[in-house]
């Protein structure tokens, strides 16, 4: 092999990883198992619904525990008792995680699919299933474990293939319009490679004009862990173009980079955080220069601010990063946009006007985008984040990191504030240091132990009742208002909570701030706000 080949296959090697496929819902409706449950779609589209798992639960507080693409299979048991604003909060939590669909089997719990649930669904734009014959839930997810094992195996042979042919073009270094000719030829149809800003670079018919990108025919190209494109695929047979269009755009991105097609500034500003956030830049001079060749000149004497945007995991990223750039370009002015790993990042001068003027800018951004994502996806964004502001380019990994975590604390705890600063979730970013160890776990049953078995033995609200309290400045008047409660009811609850977790912990400082941690923590850890009502809980 060729010093060139080898360098080729170092920076984009075979893939030699599980393939990760996504099966259209139409296609699973099909399956025998899933057939006999007789479903009824009342919401979405089974053919534009792809399915990366299949799996069954009754928790209602699911949303959390999902990681996006399944298909949730349930009785309805968790929604037993919801009220038509908790079955929408139960969708709303689902589609903040990316689920492909919902499957509620009628006859258990309820007759029809709920009308609350269905008007979240619908403007979610989330599938939902009716499953009107009893099959055991086990048959239907090994069923669909088998037809998934047949696809990969299907998929990693064609793949192995397509790699191959499409890796060849680059080596024999034929340039960037053989190989979409190559791809055209492999998908048996045509292909379109179309930068980010709209541009046709390049065609396997010249002639011919792009076809609308949609989630089946394109897949974004990315460089530098940035999209610096689309890649459209326009083929009648289904399997040969979501084959190439499971390699072919990592090839595409190794031809520009071959080829030295960086210098487009989104493409660019994106390889450049992705460097700052891995601390690859060996000097401040240099990652200047990169910024001024990005289109940010990194002058002094204006305080610089990384911002993350947070948003539906369901939104396509090269969709949610050109509209952060556009939108940012608008607030900020001249700005650096880029993805790194799952998350949108731009940089740009803290406004004049300091905090109150950044929060401003902030909410707008956050109000603009959401608008924008419902309106074209019907998913939304969840915040936009703010780390601190740092007077030198060199610092800006710091600010990057800061704005990241609270894009992710953000999206855990599902709050959809427009603006938030790192310090608004400081106490939430003490607590992600600690939560996967022994010492938090310990100090949350210690502290919150009695009201939560409580709460789960009798169906009542302590734990509820107690972080409004506490939220209220201990105001009696006002956390009755804020519960629904008559004022004797929280008396009486007071009076439970301080039985529970002995002596008078409400009356001392210390043990208040105590209380007041383990809450916070234990949103965290579960994704659900300590005041939420749950709907198995009684009044």
Known sequence: MSRDAASLLTICPLPRQRVRVLVPLSQVLTLPEVAATSPVVLTGDPDRTPVRWVHSSEVFEMGPLLSGGELLLTTGLGLRGATSAAQE???????????????????????????????????????????REVVPFAVVVEAFHRLLMNQELAGLLRGERIWRELTAVVLDRSGLHALVRRIADLAAGDAYLVARDGRLVAASRPDALAPPATDENSRPVEVGSTAWGTLVVDARRGHLRRAVLARAPQVVALELSRANSTQDRIAMAGALLYDLV???????????????????????????????????????????????????????????????????????????????????????????????????????????????????????????????????????????????????LGIYRLLVQLQSGPELSGFLRDELGPLLDHDAAHGTELLATLDAYLRHGLGKTETAGALGIRRQTLYNRLVRIKELLGGDPLADYERRTALSVALHAWQLRTGLHPGQRLPSATP
């Open 89 to 131: 909060r139960y969708v709303e939590a689902l589609a903040d995680a990316g689920l492909a669909a919902l499957a509620l089997e009628l006859g258990r719990t309820f007759s029809e699919v709920p009308e609350g649930l269905l008007r979240a669904a619908a403007r979610r734009r989330l599938t939902v299933l009716a499953l």
């Open 278 to 424: 891995r601390d690859r830049l060996p000097s401040d001079d240099e990652l200047r220069a990169r910024c001024e060749l990005a289109g940010f000149p990194a002058a002094r004497g204006r305080p610089l601010v990384a911002i993350s945007v947070a948003g539906d995991r369901r939104v396509q990223r090269a969709l949610l990063s050109s509209s952060t750039l556009r939108t940012c370009t608008e607030l900020f002015g001249a700005c650096l946009v880029g993805e790194v790993d799952d998350d949108v990042v731009m940089v740009a001068r803290v406004p004049r006007g300091g905090e109150a003027a950044l929060r401003r800018l902030l909410g707008q951004l956050s109000q603009r985008l959401s608008e924008l994502m419902e309106r074209t996806t019907g998913h939304s964004v969840v915040a936009a984040t703010a780390g601190s502001a740092v007077e030198d380019v060199g610092d800006l990994a710091r600010s990057i990191a800061e704005a990241r975590e609270v894009a992710a604390i953000a999206r855990r705890l599902g709050t959809r504030r427009g603006a938030m600063l790192a310090r608004d």
